[in-house]
């Protein structure tokens, strides 16, 4: 009897350079180990994240996305990781009316000294979307993405 492969989902995480990347570098300078699964990406601000780079990122393969940014009230350009926050909010709707399960976009505060969180939250969530399972999207030829789509096309009307 052969095992079935477990499923290893991509997870694209998004990262707040002044206090998130900072962990999730803490929890690697301390041998911390989480699911090599997360691609992280740096910005200045998770503010700064444009919903559509979410979008993108599940069109482009992602299993899953994870935002981590700073705590309330100590985001390094005031009030961002609240606009982060209503942004998330909206994601999940979108993401729901697309037929996406919202679990698979998640937000994280963790501060630069949360090595040990960070690489928690990491492994937590690779182990929710493994339980979700692959976010099974048509994959896309690099060239025109619109001649694999079978368009049926209307019959002529004349009125």
């Not at 501060?111 to 339980?131: D, L, Y």
């Amino acid at each position: 009897m052969s095992e079935q492969p477990t499923f290893e989902p991509i997870i694209i995480g998004f990262t707040c350079n002044w206090c998130s990347y900072r962990a999730a570098d803490m929890a690697g300078t301390a041998r911390l180990k989480y699911p090599p699964n997360v691609r992280l990406i740096r910005l200045m601000c998770s503010g700064r994240l444009d919903p559509t780079f979410v979008l993108k990122a599940f069109s482009g393969g992602a299993d899953g996305v994870l935002i981590t940014g700073c705590h309330p009230g100590e985001c390094h350009y005031i009030e961002q990781n609240y606009k982060m926050l209503r942004r998330l909010l909206l994601l999940k709707r979108v993401l729901a009316g697309m037929g996406i399960e919202p679990e698979r976009l998640k937000l994280v505060w963790a501060s630069a000294a949360e090595g040990v969180k960070f690489a928690r939250e990491m492994t937590i969530f690779v182990e929710e979307i493994q339980k979700l399972g692959p976010l099974d999207w048509p994959s896309w030829d690099s060239g025109n993405a619109h001649h694999n789509v079978a368009v049926s096309h209307p019959e002529e009307v004349t009125v």
